[in-house]
């Protein structure tokens, strides 16, 4: 099978979760600054439990010889929690002095952005590993077992 040809339940999990933080941009945009929060919430209580799945389920079968070892990605995963931190903290910062004036609105916005930018630059980085390697070393029944209970795990595969 080539790449093309099998489930890409790597992909669909990371477009699930790739959906969410741009929802909750939108409401960065917005100005909607408790929708954008929620939306954040949501969107890393999804992404944890994503990163424990690969984490347990997945990763401790990397084989010997993998383009990257295992630990490559548990650090990734460790950087992504850490700047997902990070950012929840600026946008509660936002909420817990909300700005006053149109003006103030706009500039908040505009950091809120700025602050997404590395944490979405990591994310991109780190999904495009998983892609062109990953999902491409680990056998299909091991993947689809991993995201069987998850939402985007009825992956369609080609001819159906």
Do not use: C
């Not at 002095?97 to 590395?118: T, Y």
């Not at 979405?120 to 209970?149: F, G, M, S, T, Y």
């Amino acid at each position: 099978m080539t790449k093309t040809e099998h489930p890409a339940y790597f992909e669909q999990q990371h477009e699930r979760l790739d959906a969410q933080l741009h929802a909750h941009l939108l409401d960065v945009v917005g100005g909607d600054f408790a929708g954008a929060l929620q939306r954040l919430q949501q969107w890393r209580r999804d992404l944890d439990r994503h990163t424990e799945i690969e984490n347990a389920r997945l990763l401790p079968h990397v084989p010997e010889g993998a383009r990257w070892a295992a630990r490559v990605y548990l650090l990734e995963h460790e950087r992504i929690a850490l700047l997902a931190d990070e950012y929840q903290q600026r946008v509660q910062a936002v909420i817990n002095h909300p700005p006053q004036d149109e003006q103030a609105r706009r500039r908040a916005v505009l950091v809120l952005l700025d602050a997404a930018h590395a944490l979405r630059h990591v994310l991109e980085h780190h999904n495009e590993r998983e892609h062109i390697a990953l999902a491409q070393e680990l056998p299909l029944e091991l993947q689809k077992a991993a995201w069987a209970d998850e939402p985007a795990s009825q992956v369609r595969t080609p001819g159906s």
